[in-house]
Nanobody
Framework: QVQLVESGGGLVQAGGSLRLSCAAS????????MGWHRQAPGKQRELVAA???????KYTDSVKGRFTISRDNAKNTVYLQMNSLKPEDTAVYYC?????????????WGQGTQVTVSS
């Protein structure tokens, strides 16, 4: 089982930037697919970005060109760089760990970090 701890959330004005970090422990990080999800009040949790063990990335359409997911296997950490933030990006952001084999299978989740974008 992988333990995940997110950090880096906060309050930012529209157009600003934040970088989220997710530190992993308890498993071989380098072989896991990692993901960032978000859940806004009254909405379902959605996959924002994912990165496989070999560096292939995927983004939901609403964040393409603004968000970048990356990983540092030496530090067992995955990042989400968020630029040009919009009020609709406000949500709790969750880090996840799992596998990709044609589809994503998420096994472990972090506790989440709040991102609030003011207009």
């Amino acid at each position: 089982q992988v333990q995940l701890v997110e950090s880096g959330g906060g309050l930012v004005q529209a157009g600003g930037s934040l970088r989220l970090s997710c530190a992993a422990s308890g498993s071989i990080f380098s072989i896991n697919t990692m993901g960032w999800h978000r859940q806004a009040p009254g909405k379902q949790r959605e996959l924002v970005a994912a990165i496989t063990s070999y560096g292939s990335t995927k983004y939901t359409d609403s964040v393409k060109g603004r968000f970048t997911i990356s990983r540092d296997n030496a530090k067992n950490t995955v990042y989400l760089q968020m630029n040009s933030l919009k009020p609709e990006d406000t949500a709790v952001y969750y880090c996840s760990s799992g596998r990709y084999s044609g589809s994503y299978s998420w096994v472990s989740w972090g506790q989440g970090t709040q991102v609030t974008v003011s207009s």
